[in-house]
């Protein structure tokens, strides 16, 4: 699909879909738009439902209710084509309130509090990882493992691994972690950039990290978004 479809922009940077079974696209450049099968067409949102037009991610929430990352802070769906600020859980660390971000393939959403790492529904995943143990400002994405390892991303300061008390700070060359999945063998893939070079994916394999190219087979080394599609590893650009 393309905008001439009625999708709101042509990069789309996170797909979600809600227990009705329509699809949710968070676009950079063109807002949100909602696909649904059962009318055949796109629906698109932006500036004008006061959600603008640069969107991170957009997840549905158990609840029925929908959570947007926005260039203004989160929003959240309170209509059928209404949106609200999001009210973000407090902190007593002295942040004014804390940086939410993804695990895309489990389509959750949390943050790091003193009390360690959190989703919005209060559960606590590690409460070994606190802000001063980890950090906190610098966090990007996150991934929940079947084993219940959890891993964090950031901004230029690596990839976090944390099992219990034993966090493993993996560096990176400095990029930048767009993106944390696993897939069926219990490889670990990556999303991250390095400046300007566009996003390359990486997998990890527990023991080393290999970065695939088109000499194994992708068409391109700018990757949007990774996805396992049984039984194989599909990568999006």
């Known amino acids: 699909f393309l905008p001439v479809d009625g999708l709101a922009h042509h990069r789309v940077n996170s797909v ?72 973000q859980p407090e902190i007593p660390n002295g942040f004014e309130k804390p940086q939410i971000f993804l695990d895309h393939q489990r389509e959750l959403a949390g943050y790091v509090s003193d009390d360690g790492f959190k989703l919005l529904d209060g559960t606590i995943v590690n409460p070994h990882v606190t802000p001063a143990n980890v950090g906190y400002s610098l966090m990007s994405a996150f991934h929940i493992e079947a084993n219940d390892t959890l891993w964090l991303g950031s901004w230029a300061e690596g990839l976090l691994r944390c099992e219990g008390e034993k966090i493993t700070r993996y560096r990176l060359e400095k990029r930048t972690i767009r993106q944390i999945t696993s897939d069926s063998k219990g490889n670990v893939w990556i999303r991250a950039e390095l400046g300007w070079s566009g996003a390359r994916a990486i997998r990890f394999d527990g023991k080393e990290f290999w970065f695939p190219t088109g000499r194994d087979g992708l068409i391109g080394n700018n990757i949007h978004h990774i996805h396992q599609d049984m039984p194989f590893h599909l990568l999006h650009q």
Do not use: C
């Open 16 to 87: 979600s879909k809600d227990a009705e079974g329509t699809f949710w696209f968070a676009t950079n450049g063109g807002g949100l738009s909602k696909y649904s099968d059962s009318l055949g067409k796109f629906t698109d949102y932006g500036v004008k439902h006061g959600i603008g037009t640069d969107l991170r991610w957009a997840v549905s929430q158990k609840n029925g209710g929908l959570l947007i990352s926005t260039s203004n802070g989160l929003m959240s769906k309170t209509g059928p084509d209404s949106f609200s600020a999001f009210k």
